[in-house]
T-cell receptor
Framework: AQSVTQPDIHITVSEGASLELRCNYS??????LFWYVQSPGQGLQLLLK??????LVQGIKGFEAEFKRSQSSFNLRKPSVHWSDAAEYFC??????????FGAGTTVTVRA | DVKVTQSSRYLVKRTGEKVFLECVQD?????MFWYRQDPGLGLRLIYF???????EKGDIPEGYSVSREKKERFSLILESASTNQTSMYLC??????????????FGPGTRLLVL
């Protein structure tokens, strides 16, 4: 069955440190891949997406993600975290033309 | 900027009540979605619509219905609210055919409490 997994429920990082959030999927072909962020009290906002081509994708707010076909992964990274990056992050995967499946989310806490 | 608005940020209802959640988008998007968000479960798709008067079941449609009479408006209906429908409800919209490929734009959510 098709599935999306975010293994880390909660990550705490120091401001200025690097951040990596993991996302794995189970699917026979290359799906459509997205990362969304939800700040407290807000709806979700798209950070970046991947469909094909260069496997390193740049997004907004200084985020990037790398698609690794061999590992069925699409991990999100940021070299230096700011306090405003504290939020919940969702990986989403489109397995067919109409439906998007979301991971359970990773909550990021940034400590001063 | 794309704007997706939801009629209420917070809603408290009694068990058995009929509940309407309204969503409006202002970007002439073809596709609209209703999700519920629960801790540890992420977002789960309830229903989506790819055109006026068209609807498709998502992963958890039981206990819900939807209505899309106008392109900009997508309503979620809880015919008889139950306590297990206490949740955050998110509406989203996207452009084009093949919704899974397109960026979805989300409203701020409605936090529903059923007592």
């Amino acid at each position: 069955a098709q599935s999306v997994t975010q293994p880390d429920i909660h990550i705490t990082v120091s401001e200025g440190a690097s951040l990596e959030l993991r996302c794995n999927y189970s699917y026979g072909a290359t799906p459509y891949l997205f990362w969304y962020v939800q700040s407290p009290g807000q709806g979700l906002q798209l950070l970046l997406k991947y469909f094909s081509g260069d496997t390193l994708v740049q997004g907004i707010k200084g985020f990037e993600a790398e698609f690794k076909r061999s590992q069925s992964s699409f991990n999100l990274r940021k070299p230096s975290v700011h306090w405003s990056d504290a939020a919940e992050y969702f990986c989403a995967v489109g397995f067919n033309d109409y439906k998007l499946s979301f991971g359970a989310g990773t909550t990021v806490t940034v400590r001063a | 900027d794309v704007k997706v608005t939801q009629s209420s940020r917070y809603l408290v209802k009694r068990t058995g009540e009929k509940v309407f959640l309204e969503c409006v988008q202002d970007m002439d998007h073809e596709n609209m979605f209703w999700y519920r968000q629960d801790p540890g479960l992420g977002l789960r798709l309830i229903y989506f619509s790819y055109d006026v008067k068209m609807k498709e079941k998502g992963d958890i449609p039981e206990g819900y219905s939807v209505s899309r009479e106008k392109k900009e408006r997508f309503s979620l209906i809880l015919e008889s609210a139950s306590t297990n429908q206490t949740s955050m409800y998110l509406c989203a919209s996207s452009h084009g055919s093949g919704p899974a490929k397109e960026t979805q734009y989300f409203g701020p959510g409605t936090r529903l409490l059923v007592l």
